[in-house]
Antibody, heavy 120, light 107 residues
Framework: QVQLRESGPGLLKPSQTLSLTCSVS??????????WSWIRQYPGKGLEWIGS???????HQNPSLQSRLFLAIDTSKGQFSLRLSSVIAADTAVYYC????????????WGQGTVVTVSS | EIVMTQSPDTLSVSPGERATLSCRAS??????LDWYQQKPGQAPRLLVS???TRATGVPARFSASGSGTEFTLTISSLQPEDLAVYYC?????????FGQGTTLEIK
């Protein structure tokens, strides 16, 4: 059974850097079939795609975040990660990691989500 | 970026009745559209990929159609467990974008 699990701090102050890690189990992170993705959900329930990375390090990012965003993957650990710098209150959201099946299509596996709050 | 607009925002349907949810793209996304179901307190779940292909384990009462800019998700006979928010999402162009969601209420 494929599982994804997010980890990282839940509370940050404005201007700090958000760092999240997603641990993958039950699936090969090195498969050519997948991109590994981050999606966030605002308190008002809207969903925003943040970015995706494959095992070769090919990256697609949302231009709205590109200047603050860094995505990475560690295939030896079965993990991928997100760093978002200079956070503001508007970055407060539930952050999900998800698997994007590029053959069958769709974010077919999601983590449970982690709540990130930016507040002074 | 491609803007996805769903209608209605909220839909109230009695058990056993049909529910029809719509999704419109601001430009053609061909058939590059997925549907997700999010139940309270849970992560979204993939329902339909490529506009009309049900994901593994999705009941047959869920069907979807459309291409270009107009898409529809239909639940043929609503069950109480279908209470959820439903989102469409396009993947024809970066950035991937989601609709704002349709909240499905059980009458």
């Amino acid at each position: 059974q494929v599982q994804l699990r997010e980890s990282g701090p839940g509370l940050l102050k404005p201007s700090q850097t958000l760092s999240l890690t997603c641990s993958v189990s039950g699936a090969l992170i090195t498969s050519d079939a997948y991109y590994w993705s981050w999606i966030r959900q605002y308190p008002g329930k809207g969903l925003e795609w943040i970015g995706s990375i494959d095992h070769r390090g090919n990256i697609h990012q949302n231009p709205s975040l590109q200047s603050r965003l860094f995505l990475a993957i560690d295939t030896s650990k079965g993990q991928f990660s997100l760093r978002l710098s200079s956070v503001i209150a508007a970055d407060t959201a539930v952050y999900y990691c998800a698997r994007d099946d590029t053959f069958l299509r769709g974010f077919d596996v999601w983590g449970q989500g982690t709540v990130v709050t930016v507040s002074s | 970026e491609i803007v996805m607009t769903q209608s209605p925002d909220t839909l109230s349907v009695s058990p056993g009745e049909r529910a029809t949810l719509s999704c419109r793209a601001s430009q053609s996304v061909n058939s590059h559209l997925d549907w997700y179901q999010q139940k309270p307190g849970q992560a979204p779940r993939l329902l339909v990929s490529r506009a009309s292909t049900r994901a593994t384990g999705v009941p047959a009462r869920f069907s979807a159609s459309g291409s270009g800019t107009e898409f529809t998700l239909t639940i043929s006979s609503l069950q109480p467990e279908d209470l959820a928010v439903y989102y469409c999402q396009q993947y024809t162009a970066f950035p991937f974008t989601f609709g704002q969601g349709t909240t499905l209420e059980i009458k």
